[in-house]
């Protein structure tokens, strides 16, 4: 079964970096276009980055220009690097396989100001 696990949140400080990482099982990763989507305290699920199988990538307006998503097929992994870290991207994020059907379990990233 398809299965989606992140890692790499925590707690940081304005300004500050942090990398993202999510490794999938049980589907050929390569085929497949990735997402990552965060979602704040009492807000819907938003989308923040996706990446095609041809590595185009594409970015909502929030983060563009401060994050960066990548993927290693080799290893089944997407990442997502965030730098210049606002309170405002404090949120669950979760990475996802290209349709919205599939998501991993999240991991929390807090900014504090």
């Known amino acids: 079964q398809v299965q989606l696990v992140e890692s790499g949140g925590g707690l940081v400080h304005t300004g500050d970096s942090l990398n993202l990482s999510c490794i999938a099982s049980g589907f050929d990763f390569s085929k497949y276009g990735m997402d990552w989507y965060r979602q704040k305290d009492d807000q819907e699920r938003e989308f923040i980055a996706a990446?095609?199988?041809?590595?185009?990538?594409r970015y909502s307006p929030s983060v563009k220009g401060r994050f960066i998503i990548s993927r290693d097929n080799a290893k089944n992994a997407v990442y997502l690097q965030m730098t210049s870290l606002k309170p405002e991207d404090t949120a669950i994020y979760f990475c996802?396989?290209?349709?919205?059907?599939?998501y991993g379990p999240g991991t929390q990233v807090t900014v504090s100001s």
């Open positions: 996802s396989r290209h349709g919205g059907v599939y």
């Open positions: 990446i095609s199988t041809g590595d185009y990538t």
